[in-house]
């Protein structure tokens, strides 16, 4: 029977279908973080529960340090520091490698699972956070959980499951200038809301996937989960193979071999079958941005904001106009006129180096308008380094950049450092939620060239009429 | 766990879409490294009046601060409620204020079986019966109140409404039981290990 690259890894997982008709399936690597890692291993202490195999499981410090230069435990989000220093002491009791916050290999947990190769294609992986879904990307089948999941993985290497649907992206085409896998990933919800990817294993597939470098198909799969996915996958290709090969995890010699002889199977079986389908042709989407407060409120740069009394859903108007009322804007004005205050590049959704340097070229050269706050956040220690030696550091600082340390930082607002109310920023990152990036903030979810253009502007901007120094 | 067969409460009805795990407990409320102390903080943003940054008090709009429906232990909800964050924080969170139950026409995935390992029962129904059921509660949210059995897999109304809504049995089992999925699962040991030492071999370089 031909099979999805889904059920592949699916039935290689499988340990027992169970009575009460769970799937019993075994978990390759378990990555935590200080927000949720610490809750998840004291409260196993509790119970007196061990982790299983401690050399498959990974922590970073990213969610509550601050990103100031020269940071350390301290942090402004209120309670911070028991956060950092629990997940410290719990890791090192459990026997947990911890890229601390002084580790040259400390970033976003999902960005650096993929830069140490701790994630490789055919593995399960998961971690108590949403946007696991990332690692789809290299061929793996990584989903976001809870906490009380994250402890039955920690302790027994297995979850029990109920077999999601399964559902095909196929894109179709290539992108147009100027355009990225944020802008694709923002024009699906937008198309097809926030939830229509409900409850489904997306496979990203068709030769618009397969033409995206593999730090794009990240962004795409990282925001799968914003289309209410479980999560997204991609088929590991001789891209996937470039980038992990030589990676601190990944396995080498003869293991490399055995490894990418399995790899190679891992690719769907032409007649095998999907839940439901989908197809984008990529040539027909531009850069896109959101307008309100849930992902699905998604348009291109060139649209208006829409009028809710359009709509014929009510619970869909009215969201709309909730959003509206949020965001401080009225229905008909074009997307490419509002202004901003803030211009944020971070996330794990968009701070690799390829979302840096995408940045970087708009920027170069460039000032920022003076009454705006901008700030970039490289995703891991690696990337700030790299980006540093290219000179990347210098092109944002000189442009009106503030250039921070590694990790989650603004991308949501714990009580700490935040955006201001009725403030408004252009964001590199994946939700666009009330309160997401501070109490009142307003967010507009854009790609980083997008981000960059509208930080010289000062208003939501198109990147491709920014005239480009080489 | 705290098993879940019937209930009968107050249902109040937050009838938006999308609800995702940020609203219903905001980042900032999550100060401690705790799994309590987290109801003060549910739907804080809707909940409370802010200047700022700091909560001037209760929002008397919001529906959970209105006196009819003090105690409410149903929560009737729009399409794709939990979506967004991983947080487990967002069901201790409601499950501490006093909920049992959250009906929907979907959840977010991760929601979903955050709930229902935390003796919160998830309903899915279709966004009509929500209304309806919405609309009875609206009359007299005191006394009309919802009643839900999971062993008939049934909600109804005093009024004589009854809707069906599906589970999966393994979801059901934990809820009506209290059950603790890690000690089910490990009374699978050997079976898990049997997995490894096969697993070991055909894919080694899985294996640190
Ligand atoms: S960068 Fe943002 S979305 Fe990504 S893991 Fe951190 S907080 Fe979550």
Redesign the interface.
Same mark, same amino acid.
């Given at each position: 029977m031909p099979k999805t690259l889904f059920e592949k890894i699916w039935n290689?997982h499988l340990?027992?279908e169970?009575d009460?008709?769970?799937c019993?399936l075994?978990v390759?690597r378990v990555f935590l973080h200080e927000?949720?890692g610490?809750?998840a291993l004291?409260?196993m202490e509790a119970?007196q529960?061990q982790v299983r195999n401690p050399?498959?499981v990974f922590c970073t410090m990213d969610h509550i340090i601050d990103t100031f230069p020269g940071r350390g435990d301290a942090t402004m989000a209120?309670?911070g520091r028991?956060?950092i220093t629990?997940a410290r002491q719990a890791t090192r009791r459990a026997g947990i490698t911890l890229f601390d916050v002084n580790d040259p290999r400390q970033g976003i947990s999902h960005v650096i699972s993929a830069e140490l190769g701790v994630t490789?294609p055919?593995?399960t992986v998961v971690c108590?956070?949403?946007h696991t879904c990332t690692l789809g990307a290299l061929g793996a089948l990584a989903w976001?959980?809870?906490?009380?999941?994250c402890?039955?993985a920690l302790?027994?290497?297995?979850l029990?499951l109920?077999k999601?649907k399964q559902m095909a992206v196929r894109l179709q085409g290539g992108l147009a200038a100027g355009v990225t896998a944020k802008d694709v990933i923002l024009h699906l919800t937008g198309k097809y809301s926030?939830?229509g990817g409900?409850?489904c294993a997306i496979e990203f597939c068709g030769e618009g996937t397969r033409r995206l470098p593999v730090e794009a198909r990240m962004t795409l799969c990282n925001m799968a989960?914003e289309f209410?996915a479980?999560t997204g996958i991609i088929a590991p290709d001789d891209e996937t193979l470039k980038y992990i090969s030589g990676r601190p995890?990944a396995?080498e010699g003869g293991?490399?071999d055995?490894?990418v002889e399995?790899w190679r199977r891992l690719h769907t079986d032409a007649g095998a079958k999907y839940d439901k389908e989908l197809h984008l042709d990529l040539a027909e989407i531009e850069p896109t941005v959101t307008w309100g407060t849930?992902p699905?409120h998604a348009i291109g740069i060139s649209g208006m904001i829409p009028d809710p009394d359009k709509e014929s859903n009510k619970?869909?108007r009215?969201?709309m106009q909730?959003a509206m009322d949020y965001m401080g804007l009225t229905a008909g004005t074009a997307i490419n006129t509002i202004p901003i205050d803030a211009a944020f590049i971070g996330s794990c959704t968009n701070s690799r180096l390829s979302d840096l340097r995408d940045a970087a070229r708009i920027l170069k050269g460039n000032k920022i308008t003076r009454r705006i706050k901008a700030i970039c956040v490289p995703g891991s220690s690696r990337i700030k380094r790299e980006a540093e030696q290219e000179g990347i550091d210098r092109i944002f600082t000189e442009a009106g950049f503030e250039w921070r340390e590694s990790g989650c930082s603004m991308c949501?607002?714990?009580?700490g450092e935040g955006f201001?109310?009725r403030e408004r920023i252009i964001s590199s990152t994946n939700?666009n939620?009330?309160?997401?990036q501070g109490?009142?903030a307003r967010s507009h979810l854009a790609s980083p060239a997008t981000v960059a253009a509208s930080a010289l502007t000062g208003f939501i901007t198109d990147a491709r009429n920014m005239a480009i120094q080489q | 766990m705290k098993p879940f067969t019937t209930h009968s409460g107050i249902a109040a009805p937050l009838?938006?879409?999308?609800i &995702?795990t940020?609203?219903i407990i905001? !980042? /900032? +409320?999550?100060?401690?490294?705790?799994?309590r102390g987290l109801s003060e903080g549910l739907f804080a943003?809707w909940r409370y009046l802010?200047e700022?940054?700091k909560k001037l008090g209760a929002n008397p709009d919001f529906i959970l601060n209105k006196p009819e429906y003090a105690g409410a232990s149903i929560l009737l909800a729009? &399409?794709?409620f939990g979506?967004?964050? !991983? /947080? +487990?924080h967002a069901?201790w969170a409601l499950a501490e204020y006093g909920f049992r139950a959250v009906i929907a026409p979907?959840f977010?995935?991760?929601?979903y079986?955050?709930a229902v390992?935390?003796g919160l029962l998830p309903v899915e129904l279709s966004?009509q019966s929500i209304t309806a059921l919405a609309e009875y509660s609206t009359r007299a949210p005191a006394t009309n109140h919802v009643n839900i059995s999971l062993e008939n897999t049934t909600v109804s109304s005093n009024a004589g409404d009854e809707f069906h809504f599906d589970i999966?049995?393994?979801?059901k089992?934990?809820l009506l039981q209290g059950l603790d999925?890690?000690d089910?699962?490990?009374k699978?040991?050997d079976?898990?290990e049997e997995?490894?030492n096969r697993?070991k071999t055909s894919?080694?370089?899985?294996?640190?």
């Open positions: 290689d340990i027992a169970l009460d008709g769970a019993l075994h390759d927000r949720t610490g809750i004291s409260s119970e529960r050399g498959h209120p309670g028991q956060f629990s490789l055919g593995l108590p956070d949403s976001g959980i809870g906490s009380s999941e402890e039955h302790t027994t290497e297995t029990r109920v999601p926030a939830s409900s409850g989960v209410s479980f995890y396995p293991e490399w055995k490894a399995y849930s699905q619970g869909t009215q969201a909730r949501f607002y714990a009580g201001a109310e939700r939620f009330e309160g997401r109490q009142g | 009838l938006r879409i999308n &995702d940020d609203a905001p !980042s /900032r +409320e999550m100060r401690r490294v705790s799994k943003g802010y700022d940054d729009g &399409d794709n979506c967004g964050s !991983s /947080r +487990e069901v979907a977010g995935s991760i929601f079986n955050n390992r935390n966004e999966e049995p393994l979801h089992e934990m999925a890690i089910m699962t490990l699978h040991l079976e898990i997995f490894q697993d894919r080694s370089w899985a294996y640190l």
